[in-house]
């Protein structure tokens, strides 16, 4: 019997090539990949520290800037100064920043636009005493039950030592939470800290309803909110606090929330003093812009606001945020700092990116 030899089949070796092609052409396009995520990885590298020293340059250039406009003692900032974007208050409408723009100005292969806010604009949570936390959270209309817990237990937190008002906390308190943690017994170097404190809750971080603009204490049957009702607060302590400042609130800079604040939720005296601030000819001095107000300096005399805190007011900044928004091509990065300054000299005491 003769046997034929089996046959060739082309179709099958055709199958093989076209799988054999098919798995070197995905590895291709994998390795292809691999090497342009590898490529763009290093370009986004590149271009971060790029980023990082345009938003650094752009920080540097507030700080040249804020040591130009550096207030002596008996002088005063405002928010009509180029600093904020104003067209100039007093002498510097013709000194070396009067034709600096804070918008979009080169640095190396980008552009920085920079955003500055007075610190002394707001309340220093370090320095703060009991009636002036008590008045704060009065004025947005906390419960009378939770006013003296989350008064005490910022000043316990803020404290060096292990002792506990009445209604405060210290780390006994906190390491039976979970997850437990210690008081910090220092001062808060930043704000968002307050949610980490006994009584703090985040309506009274974050404020309430952002239509509801009024700063003066809704309550509701009495006092505080209805059982299993979300309190609704006019601002929140995010608003009128800040872990730095040299000291007094700067009268001049101060917004409605912490002006209300601080003249214990009196309307009135309010508008005097924004009226007295837009004043023509303008009052450059904190006295006599109370005195214009018709407000005694003097708290608990004939004449002062009720609840007022009037020595806590002065005339001048030297705390400042610093936002420096940085661009290359169409791509923008955040960064944020805050600077000291004292007399002529500026000093960077943070930096980071925040978007």
Not at 97 to 112: C, I, K, R, Y
Not at 152 to 178: C, F, K, N
Not at 254 to 281: C, F, M
Not at 283 to 291: E, G, V, Y
Request: glycine fraction near 10%; aromatic fraction near 10%; hydrophobic fraction near 40%.
């Amino acid at each position: 019997m003769k046997i034929s030899p089996a046959k060739n089949n082309p179709g099958f070796a055709v199958i093989i090539v076209l799988v054999a092609v098919t798995v070197l052409t995905l590895l291709a396009g994998a390795f292809a990949y691999a090497m342009k995520v590898e490529t763009r990885l290093a370009a986004n590298a590149n271009n971060d520290e790029q980023f990082y020293w345009i938003g650094r340059g752009g920080v540097d250039r507030a700080c040249w800037w804020l040591a130009l406009e550096a207030p002596t003692p008996n002088s005063f900032t405002s928010l009509h100064q180029y600093w904020n974007h104003g067209l100039g208050d007093g002498p510097e409408t013709n000194g070396p920043l009067a034709f600096e723009s804070l918008d979009n100005f080169p640095v190396g292969p980008g552009t920085v636009s920079l955003s500055m806010t007075e610190l002394e604009s707001k309340i220093n949570i370090n320095t703060a005493p009991a009636p002036l936390l008590q008045q704060v959270l009065t004025t947005m209309g906390v419960d009378a039950s939770e006013i003296s817990v989350v008064s005490d237990s910022i000043l316990d937190w803020i404290d060096p030592d292990d002792g506990t008002r009445m209604a405060g906390a210290e780390s006994d308190y906190y390491q039976g939470l979970v997850p437990p943690y210690n008081a910090k017994n220092g001062p808060i170097d930043n704000i968002d800290e307050l949610q980490l404190i006994k009584g703090v809750t985040r309506e009274m971080f974050f404020g309430g309803s952002p239509t509801n603009s009024q700063g003066f204490a809704r309550h509701r049957l009495g006092f505080g909110s209805a059982p299993g009702q979300t309190p609704d607060y006019p601002f929140g302590l995010r608003d009128v606090f800040t872990p730095f400042s040299y000291g007094k609130v700067n009268i001049f800079t101060a917004d409605d929330k912490v002006l209300l604040a601080i003249l214990g939720n009196d309307t009135a005296a309010l508008q005097a003093i924004k009226t007295a601030r837009e004043s023509d000819p303008p009052i450059h001095d904190a006295r006599t812009l109370l005195a214009a107000a018709g407000l005694n300096q003097t708290p608990g005399t004939p004449g002062a606001p009720g609840g007022a805190q009037i020595s806590n007011f002065g005339q001048q900044g030297n705390t400042y945020q610093v936002v420096a928004t940085a661009t290359i091509g169409e791509v923008s990065h955040q960064y944020t700092a805050v600077v000291f300054r004292t007399g002529p000299n500026v000093q960077v005491v943070s930096f980071y990116r925040t978007k």
